[in-house]
């Protein structure tokens, strides 16, 4: 599978991988700023943005399709930053291609198991009749009754498009990330203590990395560190992307 990429910056890579139901465009701002010292690969995963569809959908094919990747770019080695199932996606590959990696960034998201919890999120996506939608400000009204967060709503908006029909359509396949949903969630098997470089980041308003989760990240990942950034929630390069871009800029080139 080649997966679509828009690329910004030079130096040594830099992947970036989105979170569930988003794409590369939510890290185009942090792109630039991060393009001032690495060759930005901003990645779509499969069923998102303008990769390819399939009815797979796991992370062991996700962590596949970004080796695929690297071989495709002729990357020998690259450090990644994953968002949430991204984190788990860049994680997943880590553990299965360690010197394939320099440095990890996991962004608000541990290895545990995480029921997905975004039943109005994905109500929200099947709820747009396309053949009656003639505006994204309609789409927009539709979605505010399932995604009151207008941040949030404007991210997921993003993989909205006209088709050739001239009937506006979702980018990411909405069926098959709804019929996988659950294997977003399963966690990440660490067999073997990982022993690269790899920083989580918490969001200080989030719950998906608890301070009780701290013990067991560490003995997994003998090498990492955990950062705490205040004033944001899930989604912490848009609540704060200031202090996030500099948390994660002095790991990565320190």
């Not at 020998?76 to 010197?99: C, E, N, R, V, Y």
Request: aromatic share 10%; charged share 20%.
């Amino acid at each position: 599978m080649e997966l679509f990429f828009r690329k910004n910056g030079s130096g040594d890579p830099l992947i970036i991988l989105h979170g569930l139901f988003g794409s590369g465009m939510n890290w185009h701002t942090l792109a630039r700023y991060f393009g001032a010292e690495y060759e930005v690969f901003l990645v779509d995963q499969r069923n998102h943005g303008r990769s390819p569809h399939d009815e797979v959908f796991n992370y062991s094919v996700m962590a596949g399709d970004l080796a695929d990747f690297l071989d495709q770019q002729h990357i020998g080695k690259a450090s990644i930053i994953g968002h949430s199932m991204g984190a788990k996606t860049a994680i997943s590959f880590a553990l299965a291609h360690p010197d394939k990696v320099n440095k990890l960034v996991a962004v608000d998201m541990g290895v545990k198991e995480y029921p997905v919890q975004d039943d109005d999120l994905q109500k929200g996506l099947t709820s747009l009749d396309f053949d009656a939608i003639q505006s994204r400000s309609e789409a927009d009204a539709t979605l505010a009754s399932y995604i009151p967060d207008m941040r949030i709503r404007a991210f997921i908006m993003q993989n909205l498009h006209w088709g050739p029909d001239k009937k506006m359509k979702w980018r990411m396949n909405v069926a098959s990330i709804i019929d996988n949903i659950d294997e977003i969630g399963t966690a990440v098997e660490v067999q073997e203590p990982y022993q690269g470089a790899i920083l989580f980041v918490k969001a200080a308003d989030s719950n998906y990395i608890l301070p009780e989760d701290y013990a067991c990240l560490m003995e997994r990942f003998p090498n990492g560190s955990i950062e705490v950034i205040s004033n944001a929630g899930h989604w912490i390069h848009a609540d704060n992307p200031a202090d996030f871009g500099e948390v994660v800029i002095r790991f990565l080139t320190s």
